[in-house]
């Protein structure tokens, strides 16, 4: 089926919050499955971009032949979202232009970008997550502990994924896992880059 959506631009600022599950209902909404516990960034956002399952956010133009083989889309499009809303712990939505379970049908897989800017304003002492990847994390002492590579939820906390600077003896990357609370994690600086936390590398 070809998508009533136009061709659209990623935002510089684009980021990947999510993808679309599948159909919801006989009306054109759609179940969303938020990359982020807090979807916050799906709300606030009507215009998001959508790219097709697992393709890079810059696909390369295909020839002729792989274009005739290949079903969907490769460019971006622009879905203007009517409404999005909690619905029994996921998210549920709608969108000018799918108007029926067939045209919802069409979006399943779909990775969803918004740009960064729409994001709203984190509260004092919240951050996003895609702001605290890649900063670097220090100790009280100055010890550079490593990069925050990635975040992952253990249910009651959020844990820092952290690669060290310097690999081990055997030459592979070091990991180390931080609980982002405030026991551990003495400061933010998102502009400095940097998170300075309560911690040693023998821990």
């Not at 709300?43 to 097709?52: A, G, N, T, V």
């Not at 108007?99 to 779909?110: F, H, K, Q, V």
């Not at 709203?120 to 009280?140: H, K, M, S």
């Not at 925050?148 to 990991?175: H, N, Y």
Request: with cysteine; proline share 8%.
């Amino acid at each position: 089926m070809r998508l009533p959506l136009e061709a659209a631009a990623l935002p510089a600022d684009a980021i990947e919050i999510g993808r679309i599950a599948d159909a919801w209902g006989i009306k054109g909404w759609f179940k969303v499955l938020p990359h982020s516990a807090s979807p916050e960034a799906l709300f606030s956002s009507k215009r998001w971009f959508l790219l097709p399952p697992d393709r890079p956010m810059k696909p390369k133009r295909p020839t002729e032949a792989e274009a005739a083989q290949q079903v969907g889309w490769t460019e971006p499009l622009l879905l203007s979202i009517k409404e999005a809303k909690d619905h029994s712990g996921t998210v549920v939505a709608c969108a000018h232009h799918i108007d029926d379970r067939t045209a919802a049908e069409s979006l399943r897989g779909a990775r969803i970008f918004v740009p960064r800017s729409s994001f709203p304003t984190a509260g004092d002492d919240e951050y996003y997550w895609v702001d605290l990847i890649g900063l670097q994390v220090f100790n009280r002492e100055g010890l550079d502990l490593g990069q925050v590579r990635d975040l992952m939820s253990t249910g009651p906390q959020t844990v820092l994924v952290i690669e060290a600077s310097s690999p081990s003896d055997d030459g592979k990357p070091v990991e180390r896992m931080i609980p982002f609370v405030a026991a551990f994690v003495d400061g933010v600086d998102l502009a400095g880059k940097r998170i300075t936390v309560d911690w040693q590398p023998d821990y």
